[in-house]
């Protein structure tokens, strides 16, 4: 979202930046979005094998003919990495 860092998420001063109730994230989800506690939607069902192969993405099945998929909440971010 707006304002966020992509590395470690929602900064500490949320005075600048959006909070949304939902993400969605192209191709693969982006770091920050551990710390993101909302519904969150993936859409990269376009990956070609051999890309998620190449950088090491562990993506989700997409069932039937959908183009996206509800991701479950990701684990917090630990106090070390935030």
């Known amino acids: 979202p707006a304002g966020w860092d992509v590395e470690n ?16 994230s192209l191709t693969a989800p982006k770091p920050f979005a551990r710390a993101y506690s909302g519904v969150h939607y993936l859409a990269g069902r376009f990956i070609p094998s051999r890309m998620q192969f190449n950088f090491k993405l562990q993506l989700p099945e997409f069932p039937g003919t959908k183009n996206f998929v509800e991701l479950p909440p990701a684990a917090p971010l630990s106090e070390e990495a935030a």
């Not at 998420?9 to 969605?24: N, R």
Request: charged share 40%; proline share 12%; hydrophobic share 25%.
């Open 9 to 24: 998420g929602k900064p500490k001063d949320e005075s600048y930046c959006l909070d949304p109730e939902m993400l969605v």
